[in-house]
C-alpha cells in the first residue's frame, strides 16, 4: 500500500512543474480531485488497522487550511478564497500521503531524494532544450532570461539553487560510490547555467548567504570538500554561460556535456579518501574559520563588484550589467511600496485577514502609485493580508516546527548530510520567498513538503490513539470532503466557460455561461461574460434589463473592493442605457483607484452625456470636479521622483478626456 501511493505521488511530483509549475488555479483542479480521492483512500486504511502513528505526529498542519476557510467569513476575493482552501488542503493532504508512505519503509525512504532530485534534473535540462530549440515551450524565456516551466524567471532561478545546493551537500554523504556521485554531481552544471540565465538579482543575493551558512554546518575536513565541489561545479557552469553567450548552441551543447563529466571525474577524484593529505583531514580547525575568511572575501568582492574593479571586469557583459543594477533596481523599490501598502492593508482586517488572494482585487484601493500587482512579491506579507496576524503566526509556527524537527533528527543522525541538505534546500525557498511570490506555484510548495517529509521521523511505536485524533481525523475528513465537493464545481464551470469562449453561436455560450455560474457564482469574469452575451442577445431575442442588471449586480456585490469590477460593471450598465446607474458604478471605481485614465474618462463622457440629454448642470459639474481630481493626481504622480518607476498604467490626461472637458465648459457658462 505504501508504494502504491508513493508511486502515485512520486508521478504526480514530476509531472505537476510542467503544467506551468501549478500557477494558475485552472491547471490544479483535477490534482485537487486526485489528491483528495487519494487521502480519503488512505483513511479509511488508518482507521482500518488502526495505524495512527503519523497522524499522531503532525495533526498540527490541519491548522493551515482552517486558518484559509476562516478568512472565507469576510473573503473581499471569494474564488481566490475557496481556491487557497483547495490548495492547502491539496498540500497538506500530499505531505501527509508522502509522510506516511515514507515512514516505516526503508526502501522507500531512501528512493524518495532520487525522485525529489529527478524533478529538478527534468526541469534544468528541459529547459536547456528549449535553449537549443528542441523542445518549444510557451514562456519558458522572459526578455532572453530563463523562465522555465514556471514562466517566470526569478522564481525559475530559485529553485534551480535549491536543487544545487541539495546535490552538492549529498555529494558530502557517506555513500560515496560512483553511481551515486554521478547522480548527484553530473547535473549541478545545468543548474548553474540555468541559475545564471535566470538573471535573477534576488537570488544573487540570496545564494551566496544561503552558501556560507551551508559552510557552517560541516567540519573542518567536509568543509574542504563543500568549497573543492563549489569551485569546480561554479566553474564548470560559468564556463559553459559565457560559450552560451557566443549564439552557438551546438558548441554550448557539447561544452554542458563535457564540463558535466569533467566536473563528475575530479569530483570523484577528490571524494577517494587518499586524494586528500591524512595529516590535513585530521587538523582540528574550528569550523566558524572558513566561513569567516569566506566572508571577508565576500566583503572585498562586494567592494569589488560596486567599483568596477578587476573581477568585476572579467565577469561576462551581461553578468556585469545585472550585478550593477541591483543597487539601482527600480523594481526593488517597487515591491518596497507594495509591502508598504499591503502593510496598511492588513491592518484594515488584522484577525481574519481579507481572504486568500485578496491582494488580486483589493490592491487599487491602497496603492501609493499606480504600479501593477497581482502579487506583492513577499509571501509573508501577502500571508497576513489573506488571513491576518493569527493565521499567519499559526502557519509559520507550523512550518518553523517541522523546521525544528529536521534540525533535531539531523543532530542525532549517522550520516547528516541529507538532513542539511533539506535545511539548506528549504532555507533557500524560505529566504527568496521574503522577496518573491513563490509559493504562489504550487509545485513549490510541494518541493517543500517533500523536503519535509523525508527530513522528519515518526516515534519508533505507533501511540494509542485518542478520542482527540478522531475528532481530528473527522474533521479532515469533512475539510476534505468540502473541498472535493467545491473543486469539482469549479472545475466543471472552468471547463463550461471554455466552451462559451471558444464558440461564436451567442445561444451556446449564453448556455455554458448559465452552467458556469450554476457550478461557480463567486467568479465574476463568469459573470461579466453572461451579462455580456446577455446584451448581445437582445437584437435577436427578448432578454430583460432586469434580467442583465440582476447579473451585473451580483458581479459587483462579489468583490466590492475591486475597482475593475465595479468599472466593467459600469461598462454593462451603460451598454443598456442605465447611465445614471453607470455613473455611480464609475464613481465608486474611481474612489477605489484613482489611477485609471479609462475610469476618469468613462465619468466624464457619461456626465457630458447626461449633462446634455437633461440639460443638468450637475452632471457637468461632476464632470469638472472629475478632471480636477485628474490633474491633482497627476500632479502628484509627476512630483514623486520615482513616479516614473511606477506609472505602468499610462495614467495621463488624454486628448479625448481634455475635448469632453471643453464641452462641459460650454455648457456651464
Known amino acids: 500500500m505504501r508504494w502504491f501511493f508513493f508511486v502515485l505521488i512520486s508521478i504526480l511530483f514530476i509531472v505537476a512543474p510542467f503544467q506551468r509549475g501549478l500557477y494558475f488555479d485552472t491547471d490544479f483542479y483535477l490534482i485537487h480531485i486526485v489528491i483528495y480521492l487519494l487521502s480519503f483512500l488512505l483513511l479509511g486504511r488508518v482507521l482500518y488497522f488502526r495505524d495512527f502513528t503519523a497522524w499522531n505526529d503532525l495533526a498540527l498542519i490541519l491548522f493551515i487550511p482552517i486558518c484559509y476557510i476562516i478568512s472565507l467569513v469576510q473573503a473581499k476575493y471569494p474564488v481566490g478564497a475557496f481556491d487557497m482552501v483547495f490548495r492547502w488542503t491539496t498540500y497538506i493532504s500530499f505531505f501527509y500521503l508522502l509522510y506516511w508512505s515514507v515512514n516505516k519503509h526503508y526502501k522507500i525512504r531512501l528512493l524518495a531524494p532520487y525522485i525529489f532530485y529527478l524533478s529538478g534534473v527534468l526541469i534544468a535540462y528541459h529547459m536547456l532544450l528549449n535553449q537549443f530549440g528542441m523542445v518549444d515551450y510557451q514562456g519558458a524565456f522572459i526578455k532572453d532570461r530563463f523562465a522555465g516551466v514556471f514562466q517566470y524567471p526569478n522564481t525559475f532561478g530559485m529553485v534551480m539553487v ?189 484577525l481574519t485577514g481579507y481572504g486568500g488572494k485578496a491582494w488580486e482585487s483589493i490592491y487599487r484601493d491602497y496603492q501609493q502609485l499606480p504600479y501593477q500587482a497581482k502579487k506583492i512579491h513577499n509571501e509573508y506579507v501577502e500571508m497576513i493580508v489573506d488571513v491576518g496576524y493569527p493565521g499567519f503566526f499559526i502557519i509559520t509556527s507550523i512550518l518553523a516546527y517541522l523546521m525544528v524537527r529536521i534540525w533535531k533528527n539531523m543532530l542525532y543522525a549517522e550520516d547528516r548530510s541529507i538532513y542539511i541538505a533539506i535545511l539548506l534546500s528549504l532555507s533557500t525557498i524560505f529566504a527568496h520567498s521574503f522577496i518573491d511570490f513563490n509559493f504562489a506555484f504550487g509545485f513549490v510548495v510541494f518541493l517543500i513538503f517533500w523536503l519535509m517529509a523525508i527530513g522528519l521521523k515518526t516515534s519508533s511505536e505507533p501511540k494509542e490513539p485518542k478520542k482527540l485524533t478522531f475528532y481530528i481525523l473527522g474533521m479532515y475528513a469533512v475539510i476534505l470532503l468540502f473541498a472535493l465537493i467545491f473543486s469539482y464545481r469549479f472545475m466543471q464551470a472552468d471547463n463550461a466557460y471554455r466552451k462559451a469562449m471558444d464558440t461564436d453561436n451567442l445561444l451556446e455560450q449564453e448556455q455554458h455561461l448559465v452552467k458556469a455560474t450554476s457550478y461557480n457564482q463567486f467568479n465574476t469574469e463568469y459573470w461579466y461574460q453572461l451579462s455580456d452575451t446577455l446584451i448581445d442577445r437582445q437584437n435577436e431575442m427578448e432578454v430583460s434589463d432586469s434580467t442583465i442588471k440582476n447579473a451585473v449586480y451580483k458581479m459587483a456585490a462579489l468583490e466590492p473592493l475591486n475597482s475593475q469590477v465595479m468599472f466593467q460593471s459600469g461598462v454593462l450598465l451603460e451598454k443598456i442605457n442605465e447611465k445614471k446607474q453607470a455613473l455611480n458604478h464609475y464613481r465608486s471605481a474611481l474612489e477605489l483607484d484613482p489611477f485609471d485614465t479609462r475610469i476618469y474618462q468613462a465619468i466624464i463622457l457619461i456626465s457630458v452625456d447626461l449633462a446634455e440629454s437633461q440639460e443638468n448642470n450637475k452632471y457637468a459639474k461632476i464632470a469638472m470636479e472629475t478632471y480636477e481630481m485628474l490633474l491633482t493626481v497627476n500632479e502628484r504622480i509627476k512630483v514623486n521622483e520615482i513616479s516614473k518607476y511606477h506609472n505602468n498604467r499610462e495614467f495621463e490626461v488624454t486628448d479625448k478626456i481634455e475635448a469632453d472637458i471643453e464641452k462641459v465648459k460650454s455648457l456651464l457658462q
Not at 310 to 322: G, M, N
Open 162 to 350: 535549491a536543487f544545487y545546493i541539495f546535490g552538492l551537500v549529498m555529494l558530502l554523504g557517506k555513500k560515496q560510490d560512483w553511481r551515486n556521485l554521478f547522480i548527484y554531481s553530473f547535473p549541478l552544471t545545468a543548474f548553474v547555467v540555468t541559475f545564471l540565465e535566470s538573471y535573477s538579482r534576488g537570488m544573487y543575493l540570496v545564494f551566496p548567504v544561503i552558501w556560507i551558512i551551508g559552510v557552517c554546518f560541516f567540519s573542518f575536513h567536509h568543509q574542504l570538500r563543500y568549497i573543492m565541489y563549489s569551485v569546480i561545479t561554479m566553474l564548470s557552469g560559468l564556463i559553459v554561460f559565457i560559450i552560451l553567450q557566443t549564439g552557438n548552441q551546438l558548441l554550448t551543447g557539447i561544452t554542458m556535456v563535457v564540463m558535466s563529466l569533467v566536473s563528475f571525474l575530479m569530483i570523484l577524484c577528490i571524494s577517494r579518501e587518499n586524494i586528500l593529505d591524512p595529516q590535513l583531514k585530521n587538523l582540528k580547525i574550528h569550523r566558524v574559520v572558513f566561513p569567516a575568511i569566506i566572508v571577508l572575501f565576500g566583503i572585498l568582492l562586494l567592494l569589488d563588484i560596486n567599483n568596477q574593479g578587476v573581477v568585476y571586469k572579467q565577469l561576462p557583459a551581461s553578468l556585469q550589467e545585472r550585478m550593477t543594477s541591483i543597487s539601482d533596481s527600480s523594481t526593488a523599490r517597487e515591491r518596497v511600496l507594495m509591502v508598504e501598502d499591503a502593510i496598511e492593508a492588513s491592518s484594515d482586517a488584522p
